[in-house]
Structures are given as C-alpha cells and as structure tokens.
C-alpha cells in the first residue's frame, strides 16, 4: 500500500507541472500512427516479395535451419513476430506444417522482430524534414504510379515515413517531462538499477513485468521498443533498465498468439505455447545474467559513456543478442521442446476438423493466407477421392454401415470446409492483393465450392443404392458391370483433377491435357448406358427391374454431375494459369 501511495503521489506531481491529457494524447496518437506505419510497410513488403513468400512457408517445412530462417526473413516482411506466430497457428491447425516445424519458425520470428528494433534505433539521426520528404515522395509514388509494383514500393516507403512520423510525435509529447522531476522519481521507481549503478534483483523484475504488460496491451513489441528507445534517447531512463525492459517486451509479444489460438485445436494451441515458453524460459534463463554480460558489453563498448543516440542502438542489440542466444540455446532441443509441449497439452481424445475461421485474416499475410487456405482445399480433395473409392464398395457388393456412414460423415465435413474456406477468403479478397495472389484466391473459392459438390454426388448416389436395398432389388450383372466401368472413369478423372490441382498451376496444363477429351468421353459412357437401359426395357428384358432402371437412371444423371463438378476444378486450374 505504501509502494502504491507513493507512486501515486510522484505521478501528481507530474501533473501538476504538465498536461497529462495532452502528453497522453499525443503518445496514443504516436502509437497510433506508428502501428499504421507498421501495417503499410508490412503490406508493402508482403506486395514486392509475395511470389516468393510462398517458397518460404514451402522451405520451413526442410530442415530446422530452413524453418529459423524462414521465420526470421518473414518476420522482417511482416515487422511483427505475434503476426508470424499467429501465421504458424494457421499452418500447424491447417496441417501445413509439424508442431517441430513450427517451433522452428517462431524461433526465427523472433530474430526477425528485431529487425524493426534496429529501423527504430535509426529515428534520432533522421530529421522532421526527411521525415516529410519520404511521406510526401511515398504518397506521389503509391497514388499516380501505374504500375503495381511501383505501388507497393510506395507503400514501403510511406510506412517507413509514417513509422518515423508517429515516433517524432511520441518524442514530442515525451522531451517536455524528460526534464520533470516527478517523472525522475516514478522512473526511478521502475529502474532495474539502484543509486550506485548495480543491479536490483527487485527492479529488474519490476522491469520485466512493465515491459510484458505493456506488450500485451499494444500487441506489438515493436512499438514497446520505440518508446524504451525515445526515452532511452531523452535520458527518461537508463540504458540498463531498457535492456531490461526488452526482456518483458519477449513475453509480451506472445499472447497475440494465445489469443488466436483460443478457440483453436490442439496443434494450435501447442503452437502458441511453445512461443510463450520460448520466450519465458530464455528469460528467466537470461534475466540473472544480464548483472554479468551487461558490465562486460560497457567495458568491451564503453555504455556509459556512449551519446544519447548511440545507445538506442546498444537497445537494439541487446533485443537481437538475446533471441540468438535464445535461438542457440533451443535449436539443438527443438524435438524435446516440442515433446514437452505436446506432454503439457495432450491429443485431444476427439477428432478435431482444422478451424480456419479460428483465424483473424486481416492480421496474416495475403500470400501466406491463401496457402494456409490451399491447404485446407487440398484436404477437402484428398477427403473427396477416398470417399469416390469408398463408393466403389457398393457397387462390388462390399459396402457396409460403416462405410455408409464415413461418406455421410465426410459430406458434412466438407460443407463445413467449404463454408470455412469461403467466409475466410471472402475477407482476403476484399483487402489489396497483388494480382497474382488475388487470381489464386478466386480459384480456391471455385475449387472449394466444386469438391464440396463432388461429395454432395457421392453421398446422392450411396442414398440411391440405400433406395434400391430398402426396396429388396437388385442391380442386374450387366447393369452392374456397366456402372462399376463408369465410376472407374470418374475416380480417374476425378484423381487427376485432383492431382493437378495439388500440382500447382505450373504442372495443371500437361497433367489436364486430354481433360475435355476425358469428359467428353465419360458423357458419351453415361448415353450409352441409359440407351442400352432404356432400350432393354422396351424389349421388356426379363433381368431388368423397371423401378430399378428408374433409379439407374438417377444414378447415371449423378455420375455425369460429379463429372461436370472435376471439370470445372480443372478448368478453374487452367483460367489461373493463363491470368
């Protein structure tokens, strides 16, 4: 109560020599247009460096060398290493990558992270008047330039400016009470060293907390950063308590991550555990040697006696140097980490659809957005031909309740699938896309829509031979024999649609080469069964059922849908091609 008292007292004093409603308005208004800054230079980055973003998220998949540097070259794109975890749980609750894998890339996100550190620490050399010359040139390039390129380019430049613009206004409001002594004192109180210059266990842990909390609140450790900088800059607080500061800041970062990872299933979760972990533990590892490793780095660099725009990138390093020895330490143990993870959040005792509507698209990146959702499609075509192979028990005299019911099962599966994949593309593709990403898109929304039809078909026909066994028939060996070869054309050319689109569309054109000529050739089977039905129940054939051949007929107009809906997979694969 005492320590609450005091503090309250020291920040009355602040007041009472300055406007606490204009300094805490000018900071969120900062704050506010340095997170936008951040937003554009992500969307910028992500724009010029898209086509090969997807190779990245293909190549964390490799090696655990592959995955940290996948991890730390994202991350540097996006400017957020929350963002890139948040990422990492759509991937591991996708099936795009392993919860080691994924381990692998929040490691490397954490590097990343720093790299906007470093960008910051590079504010107090840049001028107000350099400041309005990369908006103004930015905004020219962005608005009038025809090319889309160029606009992202724009786009890059204008976060830039606009990161540099919301630190120049939190500088403002801050160089006023650098100079107060009620701030001196409640700084003091916050100080991870005491009056003598050593450590205070105590004001260390003080510290951590500050800097987790705020974290946590701005969901962006970047933005943390810039202030501890700007105060580390106006002589606010000491190079030490910054350092500090940094480490809270790690922990901060991660519950973006447990946010989205809330409703999630159990890979996401563990996902979002392994970046809080990571972080904690290389804290609490890193925390009591700071007292050491920090004396050393000013005796090696000479700290104290560094200019005020020096240390902020003494800050800088010391957030780099701590998640590469973090990275280190952990890189060897990634399988035990992981281990870990999965002992302290178990298998779920049910089975768990993937959720991608779990996810907040609008935090992701377009690129890696549509990946996650290609993969959730490519599931839905991998559920689609094992449930075209389960069919063919029935017309071998195989079939069973099991079996009936897995088809029913994966038919609903699939709808809500398709209705995931729709509504979270739906949000992608109202957001600026580069072209290439956009056309991708659109052809997931067309894919997913046709393989959820596909099991629509399945689950029709399985309800026409339900018909015909309720009925007590029986389909003649000839009719038999005759839809049997006619559903190994579909699952042919269903697996080849299927194929093609897991391909990619470079490989769709040649795999799809004799598409038309398949389909045309499957059209022409189905006329000729139903001529051969209708023209063996003219002759009044004693082995054909009238009522049968009724629902024949029904199953032959199934068949030639389910083959309409593959064509129209491939051709979305090939439209995607030529754009």
């Not at 490691?107 to 350099?130: H, Q, R």
């Amino acid at each position: 109560m005492h320590f609450l008292a005091d503090t309250a007292s020291k920040f009355t004093l602040i007041s009472a020599e300055l406007s606490a409603i204009t300094i805490i308005s000018c900071v969120l208004g900062g704050l506010g247009i340095f997170l936008l800054g951040m937003q554009q230079i992500s969307e910028g980055l992500q724009g010029v460096a898209g086509p090969k973003m997807r190779k990245l998220v293909a190549a964390a998949t490799t090696n655990r060398f592959a995955g940290v540097t996948t991890g730390t070259i994202v991350t540097a794109i996006i400017q957020s290493s929350s963002v890139t975890t948040v990422m990492v749980v759509g991937m591991v609750t996708s099936g795009i990558m392993t919860l080691t894998q994924a381990i692998n890339v929040i490691i490397g996100a954490n590097i990343g992270t720093t790299a906007t550190a470093w960008l910051v620490a590079s504010f107090p050399k840049i001028g107000i008047t350099a400041i309005a010359f990369i908006i103004g040139i930015a905004t020219i390039i962005y608005l009038f330039s025809k090319r889309e390129g160029w606009k992202f380019v724009g786009l890059i430049f204008l976060g830039l400016g606009l990161i540099f613009f919301g630190l120049d206004f939190i500088k403002g409001a801050m160089d006023p009470i650098a100079d107060s002594q009620g701030l001196r004192n409640v700084m003091a109180m916050f100080s991870a060293v005491d009056a003598t210059g050593a450590f205070s266990a105590w004001g260390m842990i003080k510290c951590i907390f500050v800097g987790a909390v705020a974290t946590a609140i701005v969901q962006s450790s970047s933005a943390t950063t810039g202030i501890a900088i700007i105060l580390v800059a106006n002589g606010s607080i000491n190079f030490y308590s910054a350092a500090t500061l940094v480490l809270g800041m790690n922990i901060g970062t991660t519950i973006t991550a447990w946010l989205a990872a809330l409703n999630a299933p159990t890979e996401a979760r563990r996902a979002a555990l392994a970046h809080s972990l990571f972080n904690i533990i290389g804290t609490v590892i890193m925390a009591p040697l700071f007292p050491l490793c920090l004396p050393i780095a000013n005796r090696m660099f000479g700290i104290d006696a560094m200019s005020a725009s020096s240390l902020t990138f003494a800050v800088a390093g010391v957030h780099t140097a701590f998640n590469v020895v973090n990275t280190c330490f952990f890189l060897p143990i990634v399988k035990q980490f992981a281990g870990l993870i999965t002992y302290i959040i178990p298998d779920s005792k049910i089975h768990e659809l993937p959720r991608l509507t779990v996810l907040n698209p609008h935090k992701l990146a377009p690129v890696v957005a549509v990946e996650q959702a290609r993969k959730e499609v490519e599931q839905m075509s991998h559920r689609c031909e094992t449930i075209i192979d389960e069919l063919r028990t029935f017309l071998t005299g195989g079939s069973s309740e099991e079996t009936e019911n897995d088809i029913f099962h994966a038919e609903e599966e699939l709808d809500i699938l398709q209705h995931e994949v729709s509504q979270f593309l739906g949000v992608i593709i109202t957001t600026p896309l580069p072209s290439d990403v956009a056309n991708r898109a659109r052809m997931l929304l067309r894919v997913a829509d046709e393989l959820e039809s596909v099991s629509d078909d399945v689950a029709a026909i399985v309800k026409q031979f339900i018909r015909i066994r309720k009925s007590n028939m029986a389909l003649s060996e000839r009719c038999q024999a005759d839809l049997l070869n006619l559903h190994d054309m579909c699952r042919t050319f269903a697996g080849t649609v299927c194929e093609a689109f897991r391909q990619g569309k470079i490989h769709a054109a040649n795999l799809l080469n004799h598409m038309h000529s398949d389909a045309s050739a499957i059209t022409v089977r189905v006329k000729e069964i139903r001529k051969d039905q209708m023209t063996r129940m003219a002759d009044r054939d004693p082995t054909i059922n009238p009522l049968c051949a009724v629902v024949v007929m029904d199953m032959l107009n199934l068949y030639r849908r389910l083959k309409e809906d593959c064509l129209n997979i491939g051709e979305s694969m090939l439209e995607e091609g030529r754009i």
